[in-house]
């Protein structure tokens, strides 16, 4: 990334901020509200051509998640349930070399596109729409073990966190409960571009 596109990403980002604070003065649920829509929406992580090849490999599926159609996919295992969450952005592909590894242990791998990401429709995407989306997976594959990375870890931890939110409430029953057998969950926090840059279980 080279200086000048540093300066104009920031020059952009403080421009968001001073016209947000400008309309917050006369309307601060307007102000709310345009935040809100240019925060949320996704400008890139559709599937690319490149990244088709390995998607096909795995067994597909369309669940329908708070009237958007949410792209699933499985590679079968006979071993535990792992349930993949994507950052933003992003896409299942991005998961690729995980789910090498975890085919080769036996697992059977789950992951899905969030909602206006890879073949997902939609337009936006933000933590509660996001936390929706994870508990009808949960519900529909009733998976071991939650791997979130960016945003997908951030989402399972809003999840488990916030009970008492709307659509979360059911899945942070269940992982508070201890009859529910999910024995881990995984949040990877990375600088976007190093995936070993720290890992926080």
Not at 43 to 61: I, M, N, T, W, Y
Not at 79 to 102: A, M, Q, Y
Not at 132 to 145: N, R
Request: charged share 20%; proline share 4%.
């Amino acid at each position: 990334m080279t200086r000048l596109s540093v300066y104009l990403k920031t020059l952009l980002a403080k421009t968001y901020g001073k016209w947000f604070n400008l309309v917050a003065i006369f309307s601060p649920d307007r102000a709310a509200r345009l935040a809100m829509k240019t925060f949320a929406k996704v400008r890139k992580g559709r599937v690319k051509p490149e990244q088709q090849p390995f998607l096909d490999e795995a067994r597909h599926s369309v669940e329908m998640v708070d009237g958007e159609q949410i792209q699933t996919y499985q590679w079968s295992g006979s071993g535990p349930r792992v349930l993949l969450i994507h950052g933003w952005e992003s896409n299942t592909f991005r998961w690729r070399k995980l789910i090498r590894i975890l085919r080769e242990e036996g697992f059977h791998v789950i992951a899905f596109d969030a909602p206006a990401h890879g073949y997902s429709t939609g337009k936006i995407l933000h933590v509660p729409l996001y936390s929706e989306c994870v508990e009808h997976m949960v519900q529909a594959f009733d998976p071991k073990y939650i791997i979130g990375h960016s945003v997908g870890g951030m989402t399972a931890l809003y999840d488990a966190t916030y009970a008492s939110v709307g659509a979360t409430l059911a899945y942070a029953k269940r992982l508070t409960d201890q009859d529910f057998d999910v024995n881990a969950a995984v949040y990877i926090v990375t600088d976007g571009m190093d995936n070993r840059s720290a890992t926080t279980p």
